[in-house]
Nanobody
Framework: QVHLVESGGGSVQAGGSLRLSCAAS????????MGWFRQAPGKEREGVAI????????YYADSVKGRFTISQDNARITLYLQMNSLKPEDTAMYYC???????????????????WGLGTQVTVSS
């Protein structure tokens, strides 16, 4: 079993930065693929950034490329999402997720994830 706990959300003005963390426990075999997803009110949950095979593979949604960076520590215990140049449209509940494996070219990415955290709220004001 895999357990995921997010932290680091909060309120920030546009242009600001936040760093999200996800503490992971359980088999690393079952969470070779880990990522951040978000869901705004009235919208579907979407993949934001994903990392696999210890960082060999990464994926970013077009809307966050150049602003967000996903990373994890060497032990693959903690997953991070550094968010810079935040915009009001980044406002959402952010979820950490994990899967044994994932394929970036297959959509929706949400359906490939096996484990989910409870989420952390990010609010960006203009």
């Amino acid at each position: 079993q895999v357990h995921l706990v997010e932290s680091g959300g909060g309120s920030v003005q546009a242009g600001g930065s936040l760093r999200l963390s996800c503490a992971a426990s359980g088999s690393t075999y079952r969470r070779d693929c880990m990522g951040w997803f978000r869901q705004a009110p009235g919208k579907e949950r979407e993949g934001v950034a994903i990392i696999a095979s210890g960082g060999v593979f990464t994926y970013y949604a077009d809307s966050v490329k150049g602003r967000f960076t996903i990373s994890q520590d060497n032990a693959r215990i903690t997953l991070y999402l550094q968010m810079n140049s935040l915009k009001p449209e980044d406002t959402a509940m952010y979820y950490c997720a994990a899967a044994r494996t994932c394929y970036f070219s297959r959509s929706p990415l949400t359906q490939q994830m096996d484990y989910w955290g409870l989420g952390t709220q990010v609010t960006v004001s203009s």
